[in-house]
């Protein structure tokens, strides 16, 4: 095997728990993430809906409101633990250094505000520009992200969904931070209009040298934009590889199902995978797709199984690749 080649480390998470109390107990939903992210790059986090990617990136930017709760772990951005940070320092870094593309640019904006005075509140309140300086770079931003400069003077309801969505990518690049998190940012978006915002996210990515954590359930998005993939299923991540080699050679059988599903025009028969993903009430003993898997063993069905690296910059959490 290859040494791994080091890497400028970003953001580094370690062994993320994210719960939810209820009267049945405790939701597991994020139990237990560790990643990676690394300057320049396009990070993607896929999976099913339900296998906790929008969670990780709440608790990530400490987003998680009660009853959600972080038992434990680590989200280290550039040295320093965000989960430790009082919230006064936070907000520092937040627009400048971190920034956030929500899920749902249609919930994202303020309908009583013009798009101009959304975009002055993010910046005035970030940095210390002026209000004229402020203004000439909201003009260049909404160029920037292929809108005209008379968006600035309209309303959330006189925007499409691509454009709400392009004003939020705007916002979040306004102050250009080292990270920008986006979380489904092509939601409820046709495929043409999702096309477009995600060769956006590239360019402006590739012009600012910032780094990208792109979560989608799409495999096609991370297909088009992605570096590395992360693979969450049932709260954990179960594979991370570099993009091309995950859709040429998936190592974990639900990465397998995933890239299976993925409609293609040389695709006679698409494949889903069978059953349902279990409940964060009560997590499968062993590995958490064995219920699922059309590889399982008995091993499968008691022991967890740890993440492997199988290959340089692959890392896998399966009992096939044992030693």
């Known amino acids: 095997m290859e040494p791994e080649q080091v890497l400028d480390k970003i953001l580094e998470v370690k062994d993320l728990k994210i719960y939810y109390r209820s009267i049945y107990g405790d939701y597991k939903s994020v139990d237990g993430v560790s990643l990676e992210v690394v300057r ?22 400490r987003l998680v409101k009660t009853p959600g709760y972080i038992p434990s772990g680590k989200v280290i951005f550039e040295g320093v633990d965000l989960l430790k940070l009082p919230e006064k320092e936070l907000n520092r870094i937040r627009w400048t250094k971190l920034a956030y593309v929500p899920q749902g640019a249609m919930n994202s904006l303020n309908p009583f505000l013009k798009v101009k005075e959304q975009m002055m509140d993010a910046i005035l309140d970030h940095s210390d520009m002026k209000k004229k300086e402020a203004m ?22 006189e925007l499409s969904g691509g454009m709400k969505q392009r004003v939020i990518i705007a916002m979040a690049i306004a102050l250009k931070p080292t990270l920008i998190i986006a979380d489904e940012p092509t939601t409820a978006l046709d495929v043409v209009v999702q096309k477009g915002i995600l060769q956006l996210l590239r360019t402006l990515k590739d012009k600012y040298g910032m780094s990208i954590v792109l979560v989608s359930h799409s495999m096609a998005a991370h297909a088009q934009v992605g570096d590395r993939v992360a ?36 695709k006679k028969i698409i494949k889903g995978i069978p059953g349902l993903a279990p409940s964060p009430l009560d997590w499968p003993k062993g590995c958490r797709f064995h219920p699922r898997c059309p590889f399982v063993m008995n091993i499968c069905r008691e022991i967890e199984p ?18």
């Open 40 to 61: 320049d790059e396009v990070f993607s986090i896929a999976g099913e809906s339900g296998c906790g990617k929008s969670t990780l990136v709440d608790g990530m930017l």
């Open 136 to 157: 000439q770079l909201i003009m260049q931003l909404l160029q920037e992200v292929g809108l005209s400069t008379k968006v600035a003077e309209m309303y959330p309801h």
């Open 306 to 323: 740890p993440v492997k690296s199988i290959q340089q910059g692959r890392f896998v959490a399966c009992h096939l690749y044992g030693d």
């Open 231 to 266: 693979v969450m299923y049932a709260g954990k991540v179960v594979e991370v590889s570099p993009v091309y080699e995950l859709f040429e050679d998936p190592l974990h059988p639900y990465s397998k199902g995933l890239i299976a599903a993925v409609p293609s025009l040389e």
